[in-house]
């Protein structure tokens, strides 16, 4: 049987006796969804990238710490949204300028989003570009919530705030996105 034709129960067992090729097809099924997971958090291509592999590599070598492998993709994506965010701090705390920010640059295209995933809806679009332009905390609690599907409690830990704060935020980042959206249908 090859790896492609196994679930993903068995591809954890045959990831953790060292079968790469069972890692590379791993990789395959979930490298998209992780890859955009960190870019809708950090905002930068390059870095969704490493903190994508870096979660990968992190995964691997912990895959027997894993006692139920069939939430596995769910484990991995909790690691990817970890990691960008501790990234995501420790950038901002550096109060950084990207070099992309200072030279003119082609915009990816795909806005962290699969290439093959064709936005039909003029809404849709207008919803993701208004979301980017939210303060950083409204539009990372926002997207934990609403594209992640992170729940209250889960956005606390992960953002190190209290639940009533983090029911808070999403209704504040909520309420910022409306009165955005507002502003452009009018305009």
């Not at 207008?126 to 979301?131: A, C, G, N, P, W």
Request: hydrophobic share 35%; with cysteine; charged share 25%.
């Amino acid at each position: 049987m090859t790896p492609t034709k196994i679930n993903i129960e068995e591809l954890i067992a045959l990831c953790i006796s060292g079968n790469q090729s069972a890692q590379l097809e791993v990789y395959n099924r979930y490298y998209k969804a992780m890859y955009n997971a960190a870019f809708r958090i950090v905002k930068n291509s390059f870095e969704a990238e490493d903190i994508m592999q870096d979660s990968f590599l992190m995964a691997f070598t912990k895959l027997d710490s894993l006692k139920d492998k069939s939430i596995f993709g769910s484990w991995l994506k909790r690691i990817v949204i970890n990691n960008s965010i501790y990234h995501y701090r420790k950038h901002s705390k550096q109060k950084e300028i990207p070099l992309d920010d200072m030279l003119y640059r082609v915009e990816d295209s795909t806005n962290g989003f699969d290439i093959d995933y064709e936005f039909t809806n003029l809404r849709v679009k207008q919803v993701v570009e208004t979301l980017k332009t939210l303060k950083d905390n409204y539009r990372i609690a926002l997207t934990l919530n609403l594209i992640e599907g992170y729940d209250y409690e889960e956005i606390g830990e992960i953002l190190n705030i209290s639940q009533s704060n983090c029911r808070t935020t999403i209704s504040r980042a909520k309420e910022s996105l409306r009165q955005k959206l507002m502003i452009t249908t009018e305009a």
